[in-house]
């Protein structure tokens, strides 16, 4: 590490330095394309081939089934370092590294061996769950039904992230019950047709579209139902925007702070001949960077009331769970609103240590704003502050999961 990059802090691990010094050569070079693919819209499939051939996709695998057996703690502080490089593609892989965590939660010894071994492989998985329609919350239109003595699955989703680049898909469907059930396929099985159709002004490189099914086949061995999907989703699947805000955070402080220093014009009205030593030029970098940092510090945080919460998980004592889960949930529920403003905040400041020419479009510096306030919008942050004062008051424990549709 260099002395810039150990002002970010320790790793959360002992071992974590080892950890990442696998990936960061392939971060160092996936960051230096990053602009490029923005401004090209260039989707990132060869990028994520190298983040599966690197292994990065298993690490949360246990060594005995090939992975590296990283923590909570470990993948979230790997995520801030590649949001770093591209934040597009921490997007990307969180679907299949929720999938991945599913897994590892199973009761099912069968299905645990099955799955770890091909995610080993390098084989991922995207998450088809969304819909645009008019379901009713906790239902889906998409439906999965037997056809003689074959399994199949009909529906149309969006937010589909990721799956563009996924080997396979983890669809949220409704039985004939109305119950929530999961359905794994294959991207390519007949009848499975995903598009790149997202036209958000942020996060554009993450496939976020449309994904269609269309009498897709199912092997029964990958139905599982909703209540085997492990307890701690909601605060992993938030922590992993909250990881890639942090990472943004450093980019964008990085980038302003190289800025600054190669600066040869500056204002009469300034305080000093260059830029670079311009007092409150660098106040508003300072205090970028401390944005940044503190959002870092407070992810991994969260990151260790999420690790508890695996722990949790990982023993036979329901309460114990139940109790880690909902504390993994409120710690992230506190962070949601400070991380984000932090980071929206920067993004936006760091063109006054700057001047015009900043806003040109072959630097870029758009993108952070832009796919900041994307990530900051998912899982509407306006309500988790009045879901920690609920419990602050009244000891109100957070909602077990989010369900969206009409009411």
């Known amino acids: 590490m260099t002395q810039i990059d150990a002002a970010w802090g320790a790793g959360p691990t002992p071992g974590y330095e080892q950890l990442a010094a696998r990936f960061r050569p392939l971060f160092a070079q996936l960051r230096e394309g990053a602009i490029d693919r923005e401004r090209q819209r260039r989707l990132p499939v060869e990028e994520l081939q190298q983040l599966k051939a690197s292994g990065f996709t298993a ?151 449309t994904t269609h099914l269309r009498s897709v086949a199912v092997d029964p061995r990958h139905i599982v139902s909703n209540e085997e999907r492990f307890q701690y989703s909601p605060a992993f699947y938030q922590i992993f925007h909250l990881a890639n805000l942090a990472g943004i955070g450093r980019a964008l402080s990085g980038e302003l702070a190289a800025a600054v220093g190669q600066r040869t014009r500056s204002f009469s009205h300034g305080n000093a001949p260059r830029v670079a030593q311009d007092p409150q030029v660098l106040q508003v970098v300072g205090s970028v960077r401390a944005a940044a940092y503190s959002a870092g510090a407070i992810v991994l945080k969260n990151a260790e009331a999420l690790q508890r919460a695996y722990e949790a998980s990982q023993q036979d004592d329901a309460a114990a769970l139940t109790h880690a889960v909902n504390i993994a949930e409120l710690e992230v529920a506190q962070a949601q609103t400070i991380v984000s403003d932090l980071i929206i905040d ?51 424990p957070p909602p077990a999961q989010w369900k969206i549709g009409i009411a």
Not at 135 to 150: F, K, P, T, V, W
Not at 366 to 381: E, G, I, K, M, V
Request: aromatic share 10%; charged share 25%.
């Open 59 to 209: 690490v949360r695998v246990p060594v005995a089934y090939g992975g590296a057996g990283a923590s909570l703690t470990e993948l979230t502080n790997l995520l801030i370092e590649l949001g770093e490089a591209d934040s597009n593609l921490v997007q990307a892989l969180r679907g299949h590294f929720g999938f991945t965590e599913n897994v590892l939660n199973s009761r099912d010894p069968a299905r645990q061996q099955l799955w770890l071994e091909r995610i080993a492989r390098g084989e991922t998985v995207g998450p088809a769950t969304g819909e645009i329609g008019q379901a009713a919350q906790a239902q889906h239109n998409s439906r999965l039904y037997l056809d003689g003595e074959q399994w199949r699955i009909d529906g149309s989703k969006f937010y589909t992230t990721g799956c563009l680049y996924s080997d396979w898909l983890d669809v949220t469907v409704s039985d004939y019950e109305g119950k929530r059930m999961f359905v794994t396929v294959r991207r390519d099985d007949p009848g499975v047709e995903v598009i790149d159709d997202w036209d958000g002004f942020g996060q554009t490189l993450t496939a976020s579209g």
């Open 346 to 396: 920067a993004s936006s400041r760091l063109f006054d240590a700057l001047s015009a020419s900043a806003t040109l479009r072959p630097h870029g510096l758009d993108r952070f704003w832009r796919n900041a306030r994307t990530l900051a919008s998912h899982n509407p942050r306006i309500y988790k502050d009045r879901i920690v004062g609920d419990f602050a008051v009244n000891g109100t």
